[in-house]
Each structure stands twice: as structure tokens, then as C-alpha cells.
């Protein structure tokens, strides 16, 4: 049977259709509640799938700059969405793509709040260096819990459930050669072929009890580990890296480890890079926001922090790539820093 638990007052969260952050907690890094703290997991907070098209065309008909487009239709018939600022074809290009697996929600919230923020004033000419994409919400049918299988095991609560696979249960992340499902073949034919893009950071999120030198991790990242990807797009993968750890690890409540991937081609990280020449970064945040496994899922209270790493990677990228300090990162920090494992006591 599905799992309930007690329903507690959110806080340093999301609200309604929006996102509010508030300030994390310094030195709360990766210490934020599990599914076993102390309240819980409420989906209901999230954009629905309604919610997310509503506020990306109320973006749109607020920001100059941007332009929305349907990219293809999930197998349940929704709408799948590319988010574009493409001021001058001849800048680079970064794809930030979220939601492949439809529980990792978090970092489409962050997305979303990215897009309102480079219509603000803070974002003004950075714009005139970089192009940016934004893919936010891949496996839309999974996010609202519309597929053709059950869910009953689930723990999170509110109106529905997420899960990682699509609607006839297939990981979209490991689609990305046969492209058999209908999103991974419309971002592949539709955005990963139609445009001349030269950077993505694909963001997921993992379980809760990840650790490195001692300490929980806020995320963890990595390049492309296929032998198979040119030298010269690894490196670049590894600049980009760079960009996100010195953003993020800086911070009180940031602490990122390697993550441990495979080389496999079906993944996008590295599937993308080889078939494209793409530079590609996985970023994958702390915990989720539903699962059937308790240890994945991700306290309430945990959201503020996230949502905020999320939109400071995004933000740190495309500066570095508008600026081109991107270009004089040393990678050399990946040779020491240590690959996470797994907190076996609490």
C-alpha cells in the first residue's frame, strides 16, 4: 500500500506557482531531512505539468528575449517545450536539459526560476555573449504520475505521484541511441539537431545518503566517460565542471562529489558528446522527490537549497560561456577530487 506520512507546515520551500527561496542555512550542506525526517514529502507544491506551460508563456510574453517551442508530444499526447534566448547564432550555445526522470523535480523548479531570472536586470548583457536552451521537463508524463503502470508503492503525498520513467515505463536516460520513446526522439531530432549547441548540463538528482570525505553532498558531477568522446570535448566538459564546482562548493551549503558513471552511450552525457561533439556536464542534486526506495526521497525542508544550487549553476555557466572564462578553467581538480560513496549509518 501507499505510504503516508504526517502532513507539517513547509518551509524554505516553494510557493504555489512560483518559486520563493529562502536564504539556506550556511553549513546546512547535504544535512537537510531525508523522507525519514520529520515531514513530508508533498508533491503538491510542484508545477504541474498545466502550471509549468502556463508560467513558460507568461515568461515569454514578458521577456523580449525569449522564444517558446513545442518540441514534440510525450506518449500520453503533452506538449514538451524548448525555452530559447538565440540573440546571435554565431555565440555559443548551452542546453540545459531537467527531468529525464520525472521524480527528480527539483531542479525544473530551479530551471524555472532561472528562465524568470534572465528577464531581470541582473541578467542584463550577459545575454549578448551566450545563446541559452532550456529543455524543462523532459519526461513530462512520469512528473505528473500519468502512466500505464502503478505507482501504489510511491511514498510521496498531494495529488499525485512522480516516477522515474516514462508512461510505458522506460528510462528516457537510457534512450538516447534507439530513441524508440517520443521525447527522447524529439529532443534529439528537434533540438539536439536542429541547433548548433556546444555546451549541456544535464540535471538529475540521486539518493539522499551519498557522501564525500566524510560529508553529505549537496550533488555530484562528472563529464563524459565514454572513450569513445573526442579529447577535446572532454576537456571542455571538464572546464565546465570546473565552473559549476568553484560556484557551488564555495558555498556553506554546497559540497559536490565525482559522481560514479558508466560509459554507456544510451546515457545522454555521453551519447550526446560523441553523436554531437557536444561538452557535456551530469549534475545530479541531492535526494528526490518521490520514490518507492524511502532512502531516495527527499525531506520537505530540504527544497530551499536545492532549488538555489540549481539556479546558481545555471547562472555561473552561462556567464563563464558568455565571458569566455569558461575557456581558461583548470581542470586539474577533477585528478583529486574523490569520487562519493554511499553513508552506510546514519
Known amino acids: 500500500m501507499r505510504n503516508k506520512l504526517l502532513t507539517l507546515t513547509v518551509t524554505g520551500a516553494l510557493v504555489l506557482g512560483g518559486v520563493s527561496i529562502s536564504s539556506p542555512t550556511v553549513n546546512a550542506v547535504g544535512e537537510g531531512p531525508n523522507y525519514g525526517g520529520n515531514e513530508m514529502v508533498n508533491n503538491s507544491i510542484l508545477h504541474t505539468h498545466e502550471e509549468l506551460v502556463d508560467f513558460l508563456h507568461k515568461q515569454e510574453a514578458k521577456q523580449d528575449h525569449m522564444e517558446l517551442e513545442v518540441i514534440g508530444q510525450s506518449v500520453q499526447g503533452r506538449d514538451l517545450h524548448l525555452v530559447k534566448y538565440m540573440q546571435d547564432p554565431e555565440n555559443p550555445t548551452i542546453l540545459f536539459l531537467t527531468q529525464q526522470h520525472g521524480n527528480e523535480a527539483l531542479t525544473t523548479e530551479g530551471a524555472l526560476d532561472f528562465i524568470k531570472h534572465l528577464g531581470t536586470q541582473k541578467m542584463k548583457g550577459v545575454l549578448d555573449g551566450v545563446n541559452v536552451l532550456v529543455v524543462p521537463r523532459l519526461n513530462v508524463d512520469g512528473a505528473m504520475g500519468d502512466v500505464n503502470f502503478s505507482l501504489d508503492d510511491y511514498v510521496g503525498d498531494g495529488d499525485y505521484n512522480l516516477t522515474r520513467y516514462n508512461a510505458e515505463q522506460v528510462d528516457l536516460n537510457r534512450d538516447h541511441v534507439d530513441r524508440i520513446q517520443p521525447e527522447t526522439k524529439a529532443l534529439h531530432d528537434n533540438v539536439m539537431g536542429a541547433y548548433d549547441i556546444d555546451y549541456m548540463i544535464d540535471l538529475h538528482h540521486q539518493g ?17 566517460t565514454t572513450e569513445n568522446a573526442d579529447p577535446d570535448v572532454v576537456t571542455k566538459s571538464k572546464q565546465l565542471g570546473a565552473v559549476v564546482f568553484d560556484a557551488i562548493d564555495s558555498k556553506g551549503w554546497g559540497h559536490l562529489g565525482k559522481y560514479n558513471g558508466g560509459s ?5 552525457r555521453n551519447g550526446i558528446a560523441v553523436e554531437y561533439g557536444i561538452s557535456t556536464l551530469l549534475f545530479e542534486m541531492r535526494g528526490m522527490a518521490d520514490h518507492y526506495y524511502k532512502p531516495y526521497a527527499l525531506g520537505q525542508k530540504s527544497n530551499g537549497y536545492l532549488i538555489k544550487q540549481t539556479v546558481e549553476t545555471l547562472d555561473a555557466t552561462t556567464r563563464a560561456i558568455a565571458d569566455g572564462s569558461v ?11 574523490s569520487y562519493q560513496s554511499t553513508r552506510t549509518t546514519e
Not at 575557456?327 to 577530487?337: H, Q, R
Open 208 to 224: 539522499t545518503q551519498s557522501e564525500r570525505d566524510g560529508d553529505l553532498v549537496s550533488g555530484s558531477i562528472l563529464y563524459p
Open 327 to 337: 575557456n581558461e578553467k583548470d581542470v586539474s581538480f577533477w585528478d583529486t577530487l
Open 264 to 268: 554507456a552511450e544510451t546515457i545522454s
